[in-house]
């Protein structure tokens, strides 16, 4: 039976996640890291996706998956999801919702073969205010579907900021939330929580579009501060720069 679900978000480091929990001897992903059954596979019927965890030969390990995407689950698929793993424990990484919106445009372009300085402001623009980059940093929105339907007891929040500033504390955290041992993270040599997993372009942002993105999400910005009770009104200040988050620690916190 599945036992843990990561939720998302995008561009969230959800990538180094699972390669810090594929490392534990407690935790094993039948299937990869995204298997992207509720959002695109439905039609193989739900058993397809039990059948994953159920067949594995995981010996007594926890099993799950990370697949951002589910973040833009609707509550329809969310309650289907409860009634057939009530005691799925969840987890859901969030980051500065500006430097995630640049880092998504980023890796749009990238999977286009276009390059960002050849790209207009307007299609920026576009892109920043579409529906899909919107919705992937509404986490309030996420969170409350969710936790609506599970538990807030049952959802654990990983901020960006606390992986920069001390991953094994956040790994330990996680450890907890699904049940493994969390002495296992503290005993892994630094350089294991901190090597680059797919590292994302540190293309500067331009002032203009900078500025833009601070507009967008400052109403989101404070509104996560008073859910959440803790100041995030400095990610309104970032720089611009994706490398200021990856080179600080030598961890790639952009997937």
């Not at 995407?69 to 919702?97: C, G, K, M, V």
């Not at 920043?128 to 992937?136: D, E, G, I, L, V």
């Not at 601070?214 to 501060?225: D, E, H, K, M, V």
Request: net charge neutral.
């Amino acid at each position: 039976m599945i036992d843990f679900l990561g939720i998302g978000a995008q561009k969230a480091a959800t990538t180094w996640i699972f390669e810090c929990l594929r490392r534990h001897p407690e935790v094993y992903f039948p299937s990869g890291k995204e298997i992207h059954f509720w959002d695109e596979g439905r039609e193989r019927g739900v058993d397809w996706w039990l059948d994953i965890f159920r067949n594995a030969a995981h010996h007594g390990r926890k099993q799950g998956e990370i697949t951002p995407a589910y973040a833009l689950l609707e509550e329809d698929t969310i309650r289907q999801i409860a009634a057939i793993a009530p005691e799925l424990r969840l987890f859901y990484s969030i980051r500065n919702p500006i430097a995630r919106a640049w880092s998504h445009a980023l890796m749009r372009l990238g999977r286009a073969g276009l390059e960002p300085d050849k790209q207009s402001d307007a299609w920026f623009i576009e892109h920043f205010t579409s529906f899909a980059s919107r919705r992937r940093g509404d986490y309030l929105s996420c969170l409350d579907r969710w936790s609506a339907i599970f538990g807030a007891d049952k959802l654990h929040v990983i901020v960006f900021d606390d992986i920069v500033a001390d991953p094994k504390r956040v790994l330990g955290g996680l450890a907890r939330h699904t049940g493994i041992d969390p002495g296992f993270f503290s005993r892994l040599p630094d350089e294991l929580v901190s090597q680059p997993v797919f590292a994302g372009s540190a293309h500067p942002i331009r002032p203009l579009l900078l500025d833009f993105l601070r507009a967008l999400y400052s109403p989101t910005i404070n509104a996560l501060s008073e859910r959440m009770q803790r100041d995030f009104m400095h990610w309104l200040f970032w720089d611009g720069y994706n490398s200021a988050c990856v080179h600080a620690t030598r961890v790639n916190l952009c997937r």
